[in-house]
T-cell receptor, first 113, second 111 residues
């Protein structure tokens, strides 16, 4: 059972570099999400996609972009990384209906130096 | 816009004692509410959810939560804490567009 796969597991990145975090799900879920988790702040929504071909901004979208070319993949790109983007990033998916639960990947630990 | 407030970033209980983790929500539409648990260095796992119907919801590992519309609350309880319950717990609300989480409550269980 794969579920949601995130890559890489962890990364140290120089400030100013471009980085794409990968997320793939095999559950044919319509909706996908990217969150960042920071101590004391919980999970904050970066971007979301309710269906392939559409995306939306969450609570903290600045400095990040996403695309949803197909149902399975939802990559998150940092165009020019800054130290404040040091965080643990979680990708999640759900079937799409509001009353369904989200399934989470194992996370990507990103350190920007 | 929907939001969640979890009261208490850290809760400590003795093994065998009652666990109570508080969650209040704000939503412009009837909400769907969730509790997730996160163990160290892992992703989030669903404990339970409220959608419609019975307001007392039972989940895994002996946890339950009660939806109280008049209080806009969805507090998580467990009658008797176990050492394995030590983790971070997140309350979440969904209105169909996205899912928003609270800041989390870290539960410590003392022997």
């Amino acid at each position: 059972i794969a579920g949601i796969t995130q890559a890489p597991t962890s990364q140290i990145l120089a400030a100013g570099r471009r980085m794409t975090l990968r997320c793939t799900q095999d559950m044919r879920h319509n909706a996908m999400y990217w969150y960042r988790q920071d101590l004391g702040l919980g999970l904050r929504l970066i971007h979301y996609s309710n269906t392939a071909g559409t995306t939306g901004k969450g609570e903290v979208p600045d400095g990040y972009s996403v695309s949803r070319a197909n149902t399975d993949d939802f990559p998150l790109t940092l165009a020019s990384a800054v130290p404040s983007q040091t965080s643990v990033y979680f990708c999640a998916s759900k079937a799409g209906e509001a009353n369904t639960e989200a399934f989470f990947g194992q996370g990507t630990r990103l350190t920007v130096v | 816009a929907q939001s969640v407030t979890q009261l208490g970033s850290h809760v400590s209980v003795s093994e065998g004692a009652l666990v109570l983790l508080r969650c209040n929500y704000s939503s412009s539409v009837p909400p769907y509410l969730f509790w997730y648990v996160q163990y160290p260095n892992q992703g989030l796992q669903l404990l339970l959810k409220y959608t419609t119907g019975a307001t007392l919801v039972k989940g895994i590992n002996g946890f339950e939560a009660e939806f109280k519309k008049s209080e806009t609350s969805f507090h998580l309880t467990k009658p008797s804490a176990h050492m394995s319950d030590a983790a971070e717990y997140f309350c979440a609300v969904s209105d169909g567009h996205d899912m928003r989480f609270g800041a989390g409550t870290r539960l410590t269980v003392k022997p």
